[in-house]
């Protein structure tokens, strides 16, 4: 079936460094969306991609939907600790009628003060 | 943050034992969405429902059922539980294509 993998799975930066997740499927994807999971909270929607290349920016984050729709990346630029937590990228399962998600298994990331 | 919640928060029961976890949401929203998250796995989908009483499998569906008599209630029932079904399970509802999610229940298994 459609896999979703993500890399990598643990991060620890120094505050003011640079952060990328990478993510890669096994299928083309419709979409690809990106969620962020504080500890001991739980995931918030950051983003969807649609299109071949997009590329989106939310202030210090910025999003990559790759030219064959089969890998997305979400880069950040000077962390700060108020970025610690996990993220997920989630492709749809098939048809995006059903609203159906597999999701990366996370990078969770550790920024030191 | 979309309405949801879910009950109980924490439960800790024996194996063999019937569990049921509820969510509940405001927004009458048709999607709902039940899943597990487990430490290297993400988060993967158990169940999800398209309706009042349409309801089908995710990819982690085997010892879960569940059942949505109403639109805003989802409810997840562990027929017998296991110490493999300790877990933190999130509910989630669909707004358009984003998904939004309750804060969770984790269930300890002993």
């Known amino acids: 079936g459609q896999q979703v993998m993500q890399i990598p799975q643990y991060q620890h930066v120094q505050e003011g460094e640079d952060f990328t997740t990478y993510c890669n499927s096994s299928?083309?994807?419709?979409?690809i969306q990106w969620y962020k999971q504080r500890p001991g909270g739980h995931p918030v929607f950051l983003i969807q991609?649609?299109?071949?290349?997009e590329v989106k920016k939310q202030k210090r984050l910025t999003f990559q939907f790759g030219e064959a729709k089969k890998n997305s990346s979400l880069h950040i630029t000077a962390t700060q600790t108020t970025d610690v937590g996990t993220y997920f990228c989630?492709?749809?399962?098939?048809?995006?009628?059903?609203?159906?998600?597999?999701f990366g298994q996370g990078t969770t990331l550790q920024v030191k003060p | 943050d979309a309405g949801i919640t879910q009950s109980p928060r924490h439960k800790v029961t024996e194996t063999g034992t019937p569990v049921t976890l509820r969510c509940h949401q405001t927004?009458?929203?048709?999607?709902m969405y039940w899943y597990r998250q487990d430490p290297g796995h993400g988060l993967r989908l158990i169940h999800y429902?398209?309706?009042?009483?349409?309801?089908d499998k995710g990819e982690v569906s085997d010892g879960y059922s569940v059942s949505r008599s109403k639109t805003e209630d989802f409810l997840l029932t562990l027929e017998s539980a296991t110490s493999s079904q300790t877990s933190v399970y999130f509910c989630?509802?669909?707004?358009?294509?984003?998904?939004?999610f309750g804060p969770g229940t984790r269930l300890t298994v002993l």
């Open positions: 989630a509802i669909r707004r358009s294509d984003e998904q939004f």
């Open positions: 299928t083309t994807l419709s979409n």
């Open positions: 991609l649609v299109k071949s290349g």
């Open positions: 989630a492709g749809f399962d098939g048809s995006s009628n059903t609203g159906k998600l597999i």
């Open positions: 927004e009458n929203h048709r999607y």
């Open positions: 429902s398209y309706g009042v009483k349409d309801t």
